[in-house]
Structures are given as C-alpha cells and as structure tokens.
C-alpha cells in the first residue's frame, strides 16, 4: 500500500538516506548492524520496496509479478535472445553431450573444447588475436585488473565506470585517478599529473549501463597516445547493439585496433552469463596465468557457453539486428524526450529518466509498476547522490504496441506526480 502522507514519505527519505549509518555502529557484536538494519522491511511493509522481486515468468518484453503482467523496460536482454528456439535448443544439445557443469578452474581441469572454440569466435568477432572466457563479467573484470596493475601503475578511471572496476581495483596494488565522466580533458588532467615513467591503463566503459550515453574513444585514443596510456574498454553494453552487427563501441568508431582492450558479458545482449576479455596474444595469456577469477573460480559451464555460441552465430548471422534495435532505442528516446523527462545523454537503448531525488524515484517506480511497467529503479550508491533515475531499456524484441503503452504509462504517471 502507497501511503502518500507527507510524513511516512519524510520518514522514509531519511531513513534512506541515512542508511549507510549502521556501518558506524560500534559493538562487540559484529551482527548488530544487521539486526538494526530494517530498511529494507519498512519499505516492504509501504510497498515501495523495489529489489529482489520474484518474478513468476520473464519472458522478454513481457514478466508476471505476483500474476501481473508487465511491460518489461529494466532488462539487459537487448537481443530478446534468452527466449530464441534456437538458443533453446543449442542448450539443451549442450547439456546432452557435456552435462551441467566443468566441474573445476579453468586452470585444472575445466578447460573445454567449447570454452576455446568460443574464444576463438569471440576474438574473430570483436577483431582481436586473442579472447579468454570468465564465469561472470564480474569475475572478467576483476581477473583482469588483479593480473595487471601492479605497485608501479596507475589506473585512471571514467567516474561512472562500473561497480565491478572499482572493485577488482581494491584487489590490486596500483593508484587510482578518477576523471570527469566523459570529460577528456579532465582525462588529461589526469595523465599531465603522473609520472612518465608509471604504467597507465585509462578504464571507460563503452557505454554506460545507466545513463546509456557513450565513451568518445576517438578523442581519449588521442590522449593516450600522447602519453603513452594504454585503453580498456567494459563494453558490456556495447556488445550486441553498437558497431556492425553488435561488434561494440569500439568497431562504431571504427577503432577495433586502437583500443588495446575490450571486455564483454554474456548476461546482457549474448543471453547467458560470463564474460571475455579480447586483446592481443601475450596480454590475454599473461592475464589468464595471474588472473585470480580465472585460476580460482570454476569455469563457466556448457549450457551457459552453448547459450553464447548460439547468440553469437545469430548476431553474425543477422547483422541488422543491432541496426533495428538502435532505431527502435531512438524512436523511444525521443518520446520520452517530447514528453519532457530528462533523458540524459543517452544515445543508446538504454534511456534513463532522470529524477534526481531518490524518493521520488522510488515513487515514480512504484506507480509505473502499479500501472504495468516494470523499470530499475536506481538510487545511491549505484548513481551518485543527487542523480537518482529510472533506468530503462528497449528490447529488440518489444513490439511498437507495447512501448507505446509503456510511454503512455509514463507520461500519466510524470504528469501525476508533477514531474513534467
Ligand atoms: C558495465 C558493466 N560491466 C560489468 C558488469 C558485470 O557483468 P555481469 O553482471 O555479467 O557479471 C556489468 C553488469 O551489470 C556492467 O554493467
């Protein structure tokens, strides 16, 4: 139940904002921050709590929450591939022939003929000499940069890089230098200000998994260069929507051999889980000898690999569908756009309704749900303080009735609560 009382809503947005507190909280008991921790209930018991939701059915543009039907606008399944038959059946043959599982670390003996066979489509694919398969694009990215930063090295980081490269930076033993997010000279700022003689690795990601906006790789390509800094792309949402048939930011710039790095998932447009990292030989064979994720981490396993060749030849096969699906991301865009809503600079099908407040954002998601349109709902620490939003995403396979209901949807609900 919605209360709009003024008060509950004072409560709550404070109670939210106030809840990295019980990380503060000193006791002998290191379980007493959970137990003060009831957030997340009192939001439950409000019925504006929106995480871990149970969904009944995913279907693609269409979910069933709680036997409702909803409009699908959160998913990072781009292609709408989870659901082709022939991605089914590639799975099922998988399992057939090699069980469930790799049983072990890639490094022992979880290594199969289907895990190097996709690595070499993948690198053919993304235009690289060499691609190495990780269980998550999570584990990808800490695999990479706990292999290569050492005390010697700086990472210099888009501001807005995803969680994954903050983390996997901890591991390590380099500095890091954040820029301005998509600021390039602020980037070189950065680089004016370390020493010639430290290795530099700049980190963007291709595309930005919230605000759907894009990294200008010709112009940071032209500050590494000057001072001699090497580029590591996540394009964990490129893959699958930019470039010919889905070959990510870097093919779209036509820049596939200036950038010296390009990390993948297979959660978003491949329709399965993992990741790859692609590059030149010797560095994706040092990383796979000192990548902790990789050496002690089980591999990923056959119907997840079987679910990514089979993405994989249908991208290749089909080229278009990156084409029809940037369009369809644009026409929706623009909608929202004429609606009046703060879209950002999205130039991707991922669109963000930017609302700042993050109760109003959590509001704004509960309405839309309740009206039949299920968006992600993004709030602090995922975005930074003052820039909470609703993330949402086209899906090639969302029929034009659909988004069309969505963006009515929205339009009411912005109109309702005072936004446009
Ligand atoms: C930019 C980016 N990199 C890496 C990851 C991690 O990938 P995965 O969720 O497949 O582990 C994500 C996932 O959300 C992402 O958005």
Sequence with gaps: MVSDGNEILEILSSEIKGRFGVFRIKSPDIFEKCRRFNLADKARELGLYPYFLEFEKNEGPI?????????????????????HPRVKEEVISAVKEYGTSATGSRFLNGTLKLHLELEEELAEFVKKEKALVFSTGYQTNIGILSALLGPNDYIICDSKCHA????????????????????????????????????????????????????????????????????F?????????????????ANSFDMDDRVDLIMGTF??????????????????????HFGRSII??????PPALAAVRASLHLMKENPQ??????????????????????????????????????????????????????????????????QSLLRTSVMLTHEDSQLEFAVEKIHKVAKELGVV
């Design 321 to 386: 569908m990156a084409e029809e699906l940037r369009k369809k991301g644009e026409k929706y865009r623009n909608e929202l756009k004429s609606i009046g809503l703060d879209t950002g600079n999205s130039q991707t099908p991922i669109v963000p309704i930017i609302l700042r407040d993050e109760v109003m954002t959590i509001l704004f998601w509960k309405r839309l749900f309740d009206e039949g349109v299920y968006t992600n709902c993004v709030i602090p620490p995922a975005v930074p303080q003052g």
């Design 233 to 249: 792309v996540d394009d964990a949402h490129g893959l699958g929507v930019l470039g010919y048939g889905g070959r990510g930011t």
């Design 164 to 231: 994954s490269i903050i983390d996997a930076i901890q591991l390590g033993l380099a500095k890091k230098v954040n820029f301005r997010h998509n600021d390039v000279s602020s980037l070189e700022e950065v680089l004016k200000s370390i020493e010639s003689d430290k290795g530099k690795l700049i980190v963007v990601d291709g595309v930005y998994s919230m605000d759907g906006d894009i990294a200008p790789l010709p112009e940071i390509y032209e500050v590494a260069q000057k001072y001699q800094a090497r580029i």
């Design 63 to 83: 979910a069933y929450i709680n036997g409702e039907k909803k409009i699908m606008l959160g998913s990072n399944n781009y292609l709408g591939l989870t659901h």
């Design 296 to 301: 002690f981490s089980a591999a990923l396993p």
């Design 267 to 288: 959660s978003k447009s491949f329709a399965s889980i993992g990741g790859f990292v692609a590059g030149d030989r010797y560095v994706v064979d040092f990383i796979q």
